[in-house]
C-alpha cells in the first residue's frame, strides 16, 4: 500500500519543500540529544500532508524548523530552492490555540498580519481580504466581535483566516484541532478544506489523530520514535478531492489505511 519514494521520484519544479539530511540536536549536561536524524523528505506544490507519530518523535520540531522558528543543526530545508534561515510570511502558521490578541475584534486581529504582509494595499482594500477569510470561515456576521466573546471553535476559526489572508506558500498546522470537541473538530476540518480547496496552497499538518490524517491529507507521513527519529513509513491517500466526509468513510479504501497506520503506530 506505500512504498518510501526514491529522493529522485520528483521533478524539481513540482517540489516546494526539499528537506535533505535534516537534523536537530540539543546539547546537554551528558551530551547530545539527537531529535531527528538525516531526515530525507519531499513535499510537492499544492500537496496536503499529514505527519503522525508518538509523542517525542519530534513532529513539532519539524513543524518549527520548516516554520524557522527553530534553528537547524544539520542540513537543511529548501523552500523553491533557497534555504530557510528563519521566519518569513511565505509561511502561516495555525496553532493549537489561536493566541488572539483578546482586547480586539475577529477583523483586527486578522488585520495585524495583513498590514504586515500588504503594506502597499490601501486600508479598504487590507479590510476586505480580512472580510474575505472571515466570511470564508464563517464569521462573517462576527467581525466586530472581541475576541474574548468568541468561543473556542470561533477563535480557531479567526486563526484559521488569519493564516489564509496572508497568502503564504506554505501552511503549518499544528494540531489545531486537538483542543476542541468532536463535532467542533469535525466542523473546522470541514472548514479548512473548503477554504485550502480553493487556496490550494502546500499545507503540512500534525496531528495525532488517524481520522483526521486520512480525511485531509495525500500523503501521510509517519515518523519513528524519537530521539534519532526518521520517517519510517509514507501512506498515499487516493480519495478524490473535494472530500466530503460521509464519502471517505463509505469508502473502500478507508478503513485499510486506517488499519495501516494503527499497526504503524502500535509496532
Same mark, same amino acid.
Given at each position: 500500500?506505500?512504498?518510501?519514494?526514491?529522493?529522485?521520484?520528483?521533478s524539481l519544479?513540482?517540489v516546494?519543500?526539499?528537506?535533505?539530511?535534516?537534523?536537530?540536536?540539543?546539547?546537554t549536561?551528558t551530551?547530545e540529544y539527537?531529535v531527528?536524524?538525516?531526515?530525507?523528505?519531499q513535499?510537492k506544490?499544492e500537496?496536503?500532508v499529514s505527519?503522525i507519530?508518538h509523542?517525542?518523535c519530534?513532529?513539532t520540531?519539524?513543524?518549527t524548523?520548516?516554520a524557522?522558528?527553530?534553528?537547524i543543526?544539520?542540513?537543511?530545508i529548501l523552500?523553491?530552492e533557497f534555504p530557510?534561515t528563519?521566519?518569513?510570511?511565505?509561511?502561516?502558521?495555525?496553532?493549537q490555540?489561536?493566541?488572539l490578541?483578546?482586547?480586539?475584534?475577529?477583523?483586527e486581529?486578522? &488585520?495585524?498580519?495583513?498590514?504586515?504582509v500588504f503594506?502597499q494595499?490601501s !486600508?479598504? +482594500?487590507?479590510? $476586505? /481580504?480580512?472580510r474575505y477569510?472571515l466570511?470564508?470561515?464563517?464569521?462573517?456576521?462576527?467581525?466586530?466581535?472581541?475576541?474574548?466573546?468568541?468561543?473556542?471553535?470561533?477563535?480557531?476559526r479567526v486563526?484559521?483566516?488569519?493564516?489564509?489572508?496572508?497568502?503564504?506558500?506554505?501552511?503549518?498546522l499544528d494540531?489545531?484541532?486537538g483542543m476542541l470537541d468532536?463535532l467542533?473538530?469535525a466542523?473546522l476540518q470541514d472548514?479548512?478544506?473548503?477554504v485550502?480547496d480553493?487556496?490550494?496552497?502546500?499545507a503540512?499538518?500534525?496531528?495525532h489523530?488517524?481520522?483526521?490524517a486520512?480525511f &485531509?491529507?495525500d500523503?501521510?507521513?509517519?515518523?519513528t520514535s524519537?530521539? !534519532?527519529a +526518521?520517517i519510517? $513509513? /509514507?501512506l498515499?491517500i487516493?480519495?478524490?478531492?473535494?472530500r466530503?466526509r460521509?464519502?471517505i468513510?463509505?469508502h473502500p479504501?478507508y478503513?485499510?489505511?486506517r488499519?495501516?497506520?494503527?499497526g504503524?503506530?502500535?509496532h
Amino acid at each position: 500500500m506505500s512504498v518510501l519514494p526514491a529522493p529522485s521520484a520528483l521533478s524539481l519544479r513540482d517540489v516546494v519543500l526539499d528537506f535533505r539530511d535534516l537534523t536537530k540536536v540539543y546539547p546537554t549536561p551528558t551530551g547530545e540529544y539527537v531529535v531527528l536524524e538525516n531526515l530525507q523528505l519531499q513535499i510537492k506544490k499544492e500537496e496536503f500532508v499529514s505527519i503522525i507519530g508518538h509523542s517525542g518523535c519530534g513532529k513539532t520540531t519539524l513543524l518549527t524548523m520548516i516554520a524557522g522558528l527553530n534553528d537547524i543543526s544539520r542540513g537543511q530545508i529548501l523552500l523553491n530552492e533557497f534555504p530557510i534561515t528563519g521566519p518569513g510570511p511565505d509561511r502561516g502558521v495555525i496553532f493549537q490555540s489561536p493566541s488572539l490578541l483578546p482586547w480586539m475584534t475577529a477583523l483586527e486581529n486578522v &488585520l495585524l498580519g495583513v498590514e504586515q504582509v500588504f503594506p502597499q494595499a490601501s !486600508r479598504a +482594500q487590507q479590510r $476586505d /481580504i480580512c472580510r474575505y477569510y472571515l466570511d470564508k470561515v464563517g464569521l462573517g456576521n462576527a467581525l466586530d466581535r472581541r475576541a474574548t466573546e468568541l468561543s473556542q471553535g470561533m477563535q480557531q476559526r479567526v486563526g484559521i483566516a488569519r493564516a489564509f489572508a496572508l497568502k503564504p506558500k506554505i501552511l503549518l498546522l499544528d494540531e489545531p484541532f486537538g483542543m476542541l470537541d468532536s463535532l467542533t473538530r469535525a466542523e473546522l476540518q470541514d472548514v479548512l478544506l473548503e477554504v485550502w480547496d480553493k487556496e490550494k496552497i502546500t499545507a503540512i499538518q500534525i496531528t495525532h489523530d488517524v481520522d483526521e490524517a486520512i480525511f &485531509l491529507a495525500d500523503r501521510v507521513i509517519m515518523m519513528t520514535s524519537g530521539p !534519532r527519529a +526518521q520517517i519510517g $513509513d /509514507i501512506l498515499d491517500i487516493d480519495f478524490a478531492r473535494p472530500r466530503v466526509r460521509k464519502d471517505i468513510l463509505n469508502h473502500p479504501d478507508y478503513y485499510g489505511y486506517r488499519e495501516h497506520l494503527i499497526g504503524f503506530l502500535e509496532h
